[in-house]
C-alpha cells in the first residue's frame, strides 16, 4: 500500500491547479464580502488543510456572509445552527425517532449532517452541546445511538463568538481551542469598504446572486494535492523551532500542542498551493502562523497584567529565530 510519505511530491502543474481554484473561489467570495481578502484567503487555506475556523468578532462584520459565500462558492450544502444555552446535542447531530408503521426507530440528522456548518455564537452553548461537535470536527463522522454516520466531503465548521457579551456564555475549554485549526476576526471595514457595501446592498444582498465557480469534487482533490506540496527540511525546523519556543516561553503557561505543528505544516503547504507553488517558502509559514497559533497559547496571570498577549509572545519568537533561505528549484 502506498503511504502518503512515499508519495511523489505535487508537480508544478497540480499545484498551479489548486492555485487557479484558489483564485476563482476567492474571487467569488469577494463580490459578497468587501475588503476582506486575507480573511478569504485563511478560511480557504483552513479548509482546504481539512481544518476548521472559529471567527471571533463583534456582531454585524459578515461572518456568517463568508460561510455562506464559501458554500455557495463550491456547491456545497449549508446550514446554520443558532447557539443557546437550551440547545441539546441531539439538536445537532441528530436522533432516533420511532415509526409506528414499521414499529423501528429511524434515525433523523441534524444540521451537522452537511458540508459547511455554521455554529453561530458557539459560547452561548452549553459544554455538553460543544462537546458534540468535537467528533464531527475530528473524524468527519457523528456516533448517535452505538451507529457511526459518515459526513459527506469537504466538511467544515465556522464557529462564531463575540468577544465582547460574556453575560450567559461558556467560555470554549482550552483543549477544545485547539481542535480548531485557525482563529481570526473580520474587522470593521474602512469608510471606503462600508460604502461600496452600501452600493452593493442596493437591490438584493449579493450573496443570493453568487454562482458556484467550483465544484465540490474539486476542493476535496486540492486537499489530496495539498499534502504532497513538498516542504524542505529546513522549513520543517523552522517550524518546529517555532512551536518549540512557545513551550520554554516564560511568560506562556501551555505552549503549542503536536496538533499545532501538524496545523502549522499543514496550512503553510496550502498557502504555498494557494500561491500556486508545489513548495512551501519560510514566508508561507509566517503568513498563518498567529491565527494558528494565537488561539492555542495561555498567558501566565501575572504576564498578562504587565499587558503580555499571545500576539505579542509569537511576534517576538518569529523575530527571534533565523529563517532559513529556500531557493526554488
Request: glycine fraction near 6%; include cysteine; charged fraction near 25%.
Amino acid at each position: 500500500m502506498t503511504t502518503l510519505s512515499n508519495r511523489p511530491d505535487a508537480s508544478p502543474a497540480a499545484a498551479a491547479a489548486v492555485g487557479e481554484l484558489a483564485k476563482r473561489i476567492i474571487g467569488n467570495v469577494e463580490l459578497a464580502i468587501v475588503g476582506k481578502r486575507k480573511q478569504c484567503v485563511l478560511s480557504l487555506v483552513a479548509w482546504l488543510s481539512g481544518g476548521h475556523i472559529l471567527l471571533e468578532d463583534v456582531p454585524g462584520v459578515a461572518k456568517t456572509m463568508l460561510a455562506r459565500a464559501l458554500a455557495r462558492s463550491v456547491g456545497c450544502r449549508f446550514k446554520r445552527v443558532q447557539c443557546t444555552p437550551d440547545l441539546l446535542p441531539s439538536d445537532v447531530t441528530g436522533t432516533s425517532i420511532f415509526n409506528q408503521k414499521t414499529s423501528e426507530f429511524e434515525f433523523r440528522p441534524g444540521p451537522v449532517f452537511t458540508q459547511i456548518l455554521l455554529a453561530d455564537e458557539i459560547n452561548r452553548a452549553t459544554p455538553r452541546t460543544q462537546a458534540s461537535l468535537l467528533e464531527a470536527m475530528a473524524e468527519s463522522c457523528v456516533t448517535v445511538d452505538g451507529t457511526t454516520h459518515s459526513l459527506k466531503p469537504p466538511f467544515l465548521v465556522i464557529a462564531t463568538q463575540n468577544p465582547v457579551d460574556h453575560e450567559g456564555t461558556f467560555p470554549l475549554p482550552e483543549a477544545q481551542l485547539d481542535r480548531f485549526m485557525m482563529r481570526f476576526s473580520l474587522g470593521y471595514p474602512s469608510m471606503d469598504e462600508e460604502f461600496r457595501m452600501l452600493e452593493m446592498l442596493q437591490g438584493a444582498h449579493p450573496v443570493d446572486g453568487l454562482k458556484p465557480v467550483a465544484a465540490a469534487e474539486e476542493l476535496v482533490q486540492a486537499q489530496q494535492e495539498i499534502k504532497r506540496i513538498h516542504v524542505d527540511p529546513r522549513v520543517r525546523q523552522y517550524l518546529l523551532q517555532i512551536v518549540h519556543q512557545t513551550r520554554l516561553h516564560e511568560d506562556l503557561a501551555l505552549g503549542g500542542s503536536p496538533r499545532a505543528t501538524i496545523a502549522l505544516f499543514r496550512c503553510s503547504q496550502a498557502m504555498a498551493a494557494i500561491r500556486g507553488r508545489a513548495f512551501v517558502l519560510p514566508d508561507d509559514v509566517k503568513r498563518i502562523v498567529a491565527p494558528v497559533m494565537n488561539h492555542r497559547l495561555i498567558v501566565r496571570p501575572e504576564s498578562r497584567l504587565r499587558k503580555v498577549t499571545a500576539e505579542k509572545i509569537v511576534e517576538e519568537i518569529l523575530g527571534e529565530i533565523a529563517v532559513p533561505t529556500i531557493e526554488a528549484a
